[in-house]
């Protein structure tokens, strides 16, 4: 069965910094997804960004970017200048290629991330 | 607008008392979920559909049953409910096909309370 393992439960950054979320999974799978997702305070559960494993190219979102290395499987997430906003509970998930077969979307348990001004 | 919506969003219940908590998505997809999200576990699968019909458990199945008899529909229903069902709910909607198909679209979340 597939892990991911999110070693932070918690991360402190101050405005305008950079701060990156560590993630670590584990798959015999070689099609598959990576996913951050964010959840502020509303409970909404936001897709920050995600990562196709046949891609080399490392993903980017504006000021959000993974560092994704597949021998490693590690997938970490960048957050540049960050924002009061970006203050959230962030979930890296993983995910088999869905037209390999069904396959289900797997969670870690979260890190907190809290943004002092 | 394409989104997943979950009702209701609050319910404060009593052990026992039968509750479903509903699941529509508008997008047409094939693959539907729900997931139940506790302090420090992250989310964790109950019960998933890959279509009209198809139903299977997730990780954490017991205490609840679902139904797929619409596309667009996916019920999740607490037949007797307990204190330790008391938690945060997401519903979840994919294509089963495509690029689409890897992207789970969430709806807003159940916060459920069992006394």
């Known amino acids: 069965a597939q892990t991911v393992t999110q070693s932070q439960p918690e991360m402190s950054v101050q405005e305008a910094e950079t701060v990156t979320l560590s993630c670590t999974y584990d798959t015999s799978e070689s099609d598959y997804y990576l996913f951050w997702y964010k959840q502020p305070p509303s409970r909404q559960m936001i897709l920050v960004i995600r990562?196709?494993?046949?891609?080399?190219q490392n993903a980017t979102e504006n000021r959000f970017s993974v560092n994704f290395q597949k021998a490693a499987k590690s997938f970490s997430l960048k957050i540049s200048d960050s924002q009061l906003g970006d203050a959230a509970m962030y979930f890296c998930a993983y995910r088999r290629d869905m037209n390999s077969g069904y396959s289900t979307l797997t969670f870690g348990k979260g890190t907190m991330l809290l943004v002092s001004p | 607008e394409a989104q997943v919506t979950q009702n209701p969003r609050y319910l404060i219940t009593v052990t026992g008392k039968k509750l479903t908590v509903t699941c529509s998505q508008n997008m047409n997809h094939e693959y539907m979920s729900w997931y139940r999200q506790d302090p420090g576990l992250g989310l964790r699968q109950i019960y998933y559909?890959?279509?009209?019909?198809?139903?299977d458990k997730g990780d954490v199945p017991e205490g609840y049953k679902v139904s797929r008899k619409e596309k667009r529909n996916f019920p999740l229903i607490l037949e007797s409910p307990s204190p330790n069902q008391t938690s945060l709910y997401f519903c979840?909607?994919?294509?089963?096909?495509?690029?689409?198909?890897?992207?789970?679209?969430f709806g807003a979340g159940s916060r459920l309370t069992v006394l």
């Open positions: 979840a909607s994919s294509s089963d096909r495509g690029e689409g198909a890897n992207v789970l679209t």
């Open positions: 990562q196709e494993a046949y891609k080399q």
């Open positions: 559909s890959m279509n009209v019909e198809v139903t």
